[in-house]
């Protein structure tokens, strides 16, 4: 099946500072998505971004499909940024799932 | 709102005592799925469902049961619970297949 692999494992972060999770994928996908656990353990969907570049305040993603890679920025980051940070691909009707990026801002 | 709804959140139960876990959805949504985290094993989906009365395991379907009688409904269904199943479950939705999933606020599941 189809391996992704996010980096770095954790992250900690001081209030304001900017940073860039990264994920990698095995194979060509339709679809790769985005989420934020936070603290509670609730799956927040951040972006759908199966290629090129969005944003939504200060998160924005970008996919480079054909180099099987993905990008999520988080500028000027808060506290309630902390969680971990997942993508997911679509593979044979389901969403694989990397390992996570863990992130703590400290205030 | 457009929501996924799980019920319980938490719920402690013991070995072998039938339990099942609901999930509805409002956003008229195709595509229904059942994911459960563990440490260290991350996200693995249980079974998925593409339609009404259109189900299929996943990557770790032994020990659950699954029906979607209706397009909002999508139950988990834990006939014998046993320990190993003692983990976060998580329901959610998407319009089609490849698109967007929407999840619910999981359910902690603890079988003693």
Redesign the interface.
Known sequence: GIQVEQSPPDLILQEGANSTLRCNFSDSVNNLQWFHQNPWGQLINLFYIPSGTKQNGRLSATTVATERYSLLYISSSQTTDSGVYFCAVLNDYKLSFGAGTTVTVRA | EAQVTQNPRYLITVTGKKLTVTCSQNMNHEYM?WYRQDPGL??R?IY?S?NVEVT?K??VPEGYKVSRKEKRNFPLILESPSPNQTS?Y?C?SSLM???????G??T?LTVV
């Open positions: 799925s991350g996200l989906q998925y593409m299929d996943g990557d976060l998580f959610a297949v490849g698109f967007g999933y929407t999840f606020s999981g902690r």
